[in-house]
């Protein structure tokens, strides 16, 4: 098991979450932004990566490679495996002193493929990686954020309304089960605007780094 210390890791890892459309990937770089520019130093990264596990994982999300579901768990979590114990991983940033803001982490496998292959797998798989010192979960109508994905020209095989709302539930599942476990889970209402979703976040961040506003 690779060693770390847990306090420096809990203190400086964020984690933003949510069904596809939510908002993450904006509100994971306004929050990196906003860091900076109150003078941490903060990586910005994201799941599935851009290694050679995330990329082949991209294939199957377009549909091109056709899997069976529990192979898509183990791929995430080799995703996962590497994006943080891997060369310019997550613990390397952390243990270098950064911030490290991810775009989605163990709760998307929990919530996704716990929706298409069952909660126990992703749950074992899972199992040994470290919590995040913050966990930011949006909470949004699925019907809002497909009409927001809608206009892609790239489609995945998740982007369809059923299977969000499967997915969003899945979320508050897992979500309640990580809390029980110590995980800080904090809920977004992503609905509003990206300033006022920006805004509730950056208040939450503030609060958990101890910085007065
Ligand atoms: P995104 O790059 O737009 O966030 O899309 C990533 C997709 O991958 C999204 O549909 C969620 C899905 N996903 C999983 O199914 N399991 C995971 O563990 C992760 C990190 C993402």
Redesign the pocket.
């Given at each position: 098991m690779p060693s770390y210390n847990t306090d420096e890791f809990k203190n400086r890892f964020i984690v933003i979450e949510g069904i596809?459309g939510a908002g993450?990937?904006t509100q994971v770089r306004l929050l990196a932004e906003s860091l900076i520019a109150g003078g941490f130093s903060c990586i910005v990264t994201?799941?599935?990566t851009m290694n050679h596990i995330g990329q082949l994982?991209r294939t199957i999300?377009s549909g091109e490679d056709i899997v069976a579901p529990t192979t898509?768990a183990h791929l995430?979590a080799a995703d996962?495996n590497e994006h943080l114990y891997g060369k310019n991983g997550i613990i390397e940033s952390l243990k270098a002193g950064s911030m490290v803001v991810s775009?989605?982490?163990v709760l998307?496998?929990l919530a996704?493929?716990g929706t298409t292959c069952g909660p126990r797998l992703p749950w074992l798989l899972n199992s040994t990686f470290p919590a995040p010192g913050l966990t930011l979960l949006f909470e949004v109508d699925p019907e809002i954020c497909i009409t927001r994905i809608r206009s892609r020209l790239k489609k995945?095989i998740?982007?369809t309304l059923e299977f969000q709302r499967k997915v969003q539930n899945m979320y508050e599942r897992m979500a309640d089960r990580l809390s029980h476990k110590g995980w800080r889970i904090e809920r977004i209402d992503g609905s509003k605007d990206i300033e006022s979703v920006h805004q509730q976040i950056e208040s939450i961040v503030l609060s958990f780094l101890g910085v007065e506003c």
């Open positions: 596809d993450t990937t994201a799941e599935p994982i999300l898509v995430f996962r775009d989605r982490y998307s496998s996704y493929q995945e998740y982007e």
